[in-house]
């Protein structure tokens, strides 16, 4: 059973920093891209960022994030983090981890949704 958990979301003040992780259990998990998304109160879930499977060579991040948010994992770790530094109001959202299955990296198929974790950057 596939499963995954975001944590280490928070309350922070603009210009901080946060660093929230995508904990997977089940197997396989270095066989799989994982993407961060998020949504706003009230907008349409975006995407954020992307991390190829295995040695995750290959990254990809919203324009709104670039320069700002490192995607990075330890398969050792079944883990998928999202640093995320010089945290502005506008990315206050509540932040989502899911298995990529095909497609576009950012409009693609996910799967295996997590249940979220609300990041607040306060001004």
């Known amino acids: 059973q596939v499963q995954l958990v975001e944590s280490g979301g928070g309350l922070v003040q603009a210009g901080g920093s946060l660093r929230l992780s995508c904990a997977a259990s089940?197997?396989?998990?270095?066989?799989?891209?994982v993407g961060w998304f998020r949504q706003a109160p009230g907008k349409e879930r975006e995407f954020v960022s992307y991390?190829?499977?295995?040695?995750?060579?290959?990254?990809y991040y919203a324009d709104s994030v670039r320069g700002r948010f490192t995607i990075s994992r330890d398969n050792a770790k079944n883990t998928v983090y999202l640093q995320m530094n010089s945290l502005k109001p506008e990315d206050t959202a509540v932040y989502y981890c899911a298995y990529h299955i095909g497609g576009d990296y950012a409009a693609g198929a996910y799967r295996y949704w997590g249940q979220g974790t609300q990041v607040t950057v306060s001004s």
């Open positions: 991390i190829s499977r295995s040695g995750g060579g290959v990254t």
């Open positions: 089940g197997r396989a998990f270095s066989s799989y891209a």
